[in-house]
């Protein structure tokens, strides 16, 4: 797939552009308590734009690579209502005011998208030029999902990552929240707030999500336009599903072992495709609609199969107490 530079700077020039819109509309009039109404309204949008998005490259580039962007997109977004359920607790340890959540959601996310663009970039230069690397990747998303069975990595739980500590260290800050500033003056003292703090443990939170996300997506496809595309349309609408959702997440009680089938149908796909490169006579080659069958079918059964079980049995429900509504204000 050949992507000119200006097709690049189209794409980014509209990334921009909607954040910019979505800042503008919700934080026109001040800070405001984002409704299940508005939240709705949003990932619906967000929903259309990825799939006429997806109609496009069907158009212009063929089937193949559209059912690429949709496997992909289908693949993160998954991934990324696991993410919800940190960001929650975040929230929570921060005791972030409601009305300032989705300033702080949408600025964390694009600090996320920045720092997935670097990934990508990184990735897509080490696959083009070692080939074997498919066999690294395939081999960590399979360890991944057999971490997520076995049950490793709570959830439940936030450390603080080392550049967040060095950030809380290093940088002045408040204790108190100042609206929805990030900065605020003190004493005649310019001081961050704690507003500021809760988007850098977002951004930098999320990155350690797309350390098995990158390498599943590239297990879709290895086109680094799509990799980054499909992250930007999934990590676009996050902001509106957290509210959205509220504590349905928690009652998705076998989201981790969907997502752990997953990554590892993906690992197994990817170590295929590496041995079909080196010419393996038995290896495999699954095309692209047999693996978006295998996801969407995956995130169905996970679902439905959730809300049932949550339904009949709610001690399985996770135990956060953290629905958005009732967080601080």
């Not at 005649?188 to 997506?217: E, K, N, Q, Y």
């Amino acid at each position: 797939m050949d992507v000119s530079l200006w097709g690049w700077a189209l794409t980014l020039t509209g990334l921009l552009a909607l954040i910019i819109l979505d800042l503008v509309i919700v934080d026109s009039g001040g800070p405001k308590v984002f409704t299940l109404r508005q939240a709705g309204a949003w990932v619906s949008f967000y929903v259309v734009l990825a799939i006429a998005f997806g109609a496009g490259l069907l158009v212009l580039a063929g089937a193949e690579y559209a059912g690429q962007f949709v496997a992909g997109y289908l693949t993160e977004y998954s991934l990324s209502i696991d993410n919800l359920f940190i960001f929650y607790v975040i929230m929570a340890r921060f005791t972030v005011p409601r009305n300032s959540q989705h300033k702080v959601l949408l600025i964390g996310i694009v600090i996320a998208l920045i720092l997935r663009g670097f990934f990508i970039a990184i990735g897509a230069a080490a696959i083009a030029r070692f080939e074997w690397i498919f066999f690294i990747f395939g081999a960590f998303l399979i360890w991944t999902a057999a971490g997520l069975v076995r049950g490793g990595n709570d959830e439940g739980e936030f450390k603080e990552n080392p550049l967040l500590r060095w950030t809380r260290r290093v940088l002045p800050a408040t204790e108190d929240y100042d609206g929805a500033r990030m900065v605020t003056r003190q004493n005649g003292r310019r001081l961050l707030t704690p507003l500021f703090i809760v988007m850098i443990a977002i951004g930098t939170t999320d990155l350690l999500f797309a350390l098995d996300s990158i390498p599943a997506i590239f297990g879709l496809t290895k086109e680094a336009y799509l990799v980054f595309t499909s992250n930007a349309f999934a990590l676009m609408g996050l902001r509106q599903l957290y509210f959205l959702l509220g504590g349905l997440v928690e009652r998705l009680v076998y989201l981790r072992a969907g997502l752990a089938f997953i990554l590892g149908f993906i690992g197994a796909k990817l170590i295929a495709e590496a041995l079909h490169t080196y010419q393996v006579p038995w290896a495999p080659e699954l095309p692209i609609w047999l693996s978006l069958a295998v996801i969407g079918a995956a995130m169905a059964v996970t679902t439905v199969a959730s809300l049932i079980k949550a339904g009949r049995d709610p001690s399985a429900v996770r135990p956060t107490g953290l629905d958005p509504s009732r967080q601080a204000r």
